[in-house]
DNA sequence: TTTGTTATTATACGGTTGAATAATTACGAG
DNA sequence: CTCGTAATTATTCAACCGTATAATAACAAA
């Protein structure tokens, strides 16, 4: 009975190994496979050290979960800050890049649904996610602020965020389906229908360098 | 010691009230909450008969996911049933059908979600889960049919299919974000800016009744 | 009223869960 | 080189999970 050899690692590295094993074993078996045993083995060491970290399980999970959400949306602003010159440029990167890997992507989705599903049950999860919501929808907001100005229209608040609402909606589910069941979109790609509902929320200004109208 | 008193019920009803209380456990305390002790409990059984109506725990589960999205798209198709006259006057009351108790419903988001979360990791949820959306897409796309015809524009299916795409990619979105943080949309009504999304993406066709833009 | 069927309850089982505690061992300070 | 600290492992615990099986009671048929 030997027992288990080790090695010590920088408090920063461990946690972060922790929750990525953490979301490993939540993409692939969901909340009810992420259990403390699962994610300890996955991370290559122990049950008892997850506790040594966070306080709790939990408290874990949350953390998990502000990483997922912070590590989608710095993906799709990143799109948007590129070298475009023009913002109908920005916003049409911006828009795909929800749409295309690697934020339109499987792994991203399970994580996301997993956690969303404890939205309305955890209090600390709500919290969450209506930060990384405002988050998203202010970057989009802001952006659209400047395409307005950009087309020579007054960028009123109340225009903006009642199109950022839909425009967030658009994406929203389309990211949402598209993901979930990508096969019933390969004749209709999505980032495609998703640049012309824009175009059409917005009056007609036109965001695609071409576009081959279906 | 008393033995637990007990009254025989129709089949029917046995598994009406246990997919029932299986949905209520669900929507209170998500997915881990819905044990088979806690669903007999709130059904008032004992925990042995899910097991006599149900193969598997997971075989109920399966029938109760079902039951909430046949739910749910029976509700919206019933509202662009009434007696309205035109297919704008049915395609507007869809939406809003969508967008308003009780579809939109902290309840019925509960539900879906935990569900959701399933349908990456379990074959047989993305199954119930694939035609249940394919049964709402039809249902929307035969809709804009119908209104595309009659504003005299051709009604290609190309056209039909797209517009579904793109306009339940708004209804999902809307509904999501705002039964998830509802409070966040008192100043902008979704049923609202889902209409008027809608007429943009429809290129100019006006579904609403009264509308005053924002 | 008696009997048979089966819906329902009661109990038990093996396995798993998150957490707590105690025993070790790696590594830095001196 | 030694020692103290704390990161890591090992072990244990009570509670709970889904399932299987046997006992019981309600109801229908005769």
Same mark, same amino acid.
């Given at each position: 009975?030997?027992? =288990? ?23 692939? &078996?969901?909340?009810? *496979? ?16 997850? =506790? ?21 949306? &710095? ?13 109908? /440029? ?15 992507? *499987?792994?991203? !989705? %399970? ?26 929808? &202010?970057?989009? /907001?802001? !952006?659209?602020?400047?395409? !307005? ?19 967030? *909606? ?5 990211? !949402? /389906? ?17 640049? =012309? &509902?824009? /175009?059409?929320?917005?009056? *007609? ?7 081959? %109208? %279906?």
């Amino acid at each position: 009975m030997s027992r =288990r050899p080790f090695h010590r690692a920088g408090e920063d590295v461990r946690r972060h190994d922790l929750i990525a094993a953490t979301l490993d074993c939540i993409s692939e &078996s969901g909340l009810q *496979g992420a259990t403390v045993r699962q994610i300890a083995a996955r991370a290559g060491v122990t049950p008892g050290l997850i =506790r040594h970290y966070f306080s709790s399980k939990d408290q874990m999970l949350q953390d998990a979960y502000r990483e997922v959400m912070t590590g989608m949306t &710095s993906a799709v602003v990143a799109a948007a800050d590129g070298d475009q010159q023009s913002a109908r /440029e920005r916003l049409h990167d911006f828009i795909v890049a929800n749409l295309t890997p690697p934020v339109a992507d *499987g792994r991203r !989705l %399970s994580l996301w649904a997993a956690f969303i599903s404890h939205v309305r049950v955890d209090p600390a999860f709500a919290e969450i996610h209506r930060e990384s919501y405002l988050a998203f929808r &202010s970057a989009l /907001e802001e !952006l659209l602020a400047e395409v !307005l100005a950009e087309a020579g229209e007054e960028p009123a608040p109340q225009r903006c965020r009642e199109l950022g609402i839909a425009i967030n *909606g658009v994406i929203d589910g389309l990211w !949402l /389906e598209g993901t979930l069941v990508g096969d019933l979109f390969t004749d209709n790609p999505l980032p495609g229908i998703a640049i =012309r &509902s824009a /175009e059409a929320l917005l009056g *007609g200004i036109v965001l695609a360098q071409d576009t081959p %109208s %279906s």
